[in-house]
């Protein structure tokens, strides 16, 4: 059954404003086929920091390898992995 959403009240305060959505659904009140793609060019990927532990020799070859592309052995590391990933999940 579509039965129209009732109207969103106004607002005094951001905060009544959030405390309202808290416990209010919105989802009925988007028209998905009205909505346009955006491109967000200035927004940034989420990342998480993690510890990594690897042998002497291994981090050494790869601040080499990261010297001779003349790209930072962090960035390296990510490319690498990131290809590592593709590779195995197009295998599937």
Same mark, same amino acid.
């Given at each position: 059954?579509?039965?129209?959403p #009732? =109207?969103? $009240?106004?607002?005094?305060?951001? %905060?009544e404003?959030?405390?309202?959505w808290?416990?209010?659904? &919105? &989802?009925? @009140?988007?028209?998905?086929? &009205?909505?346009? *793609?955006?491109?967000?060019?200035n927004?940034k $990927? !989420? &990342?998480?920091s993690?510890?990594? @532990?690897? =042998?002497?020799?291994?981090?050494? *070859?790869?601040?080499?390898?990261?010297?001779k592309? #003349?790209v =930072?052995?962090?960035s390296?590391?990510?490319?690498?992995?990131?290809?590592k990933?593709? %590779? !195995?999940?197009?295998?599937?």
């Open positions: 059954m579509n039965r129209k #009732d =109207p969103v $009240p106004q607002f005094a305060t951001e %905060a404003e959030r405390a309202y808290e416990t209010h659904d &919105s &989802s009925d @009140r988007i028209n998905w086929n &009205s909505a346009e *793609r955006m491109r967000l060019p927004l $990927p !989420s &990342s998480t993690i510890s990594l @532990r690897l =042998p002497n020799t291994l981090l050494e *070859r790869i601040k080499t390898a990261a010297g592309r #003349d =930072p052995y962090q390296l590391i990510k490319i690498w992995l990131a290809e990933v593709d %590779a !195995s999940i197009s295998k599937r």
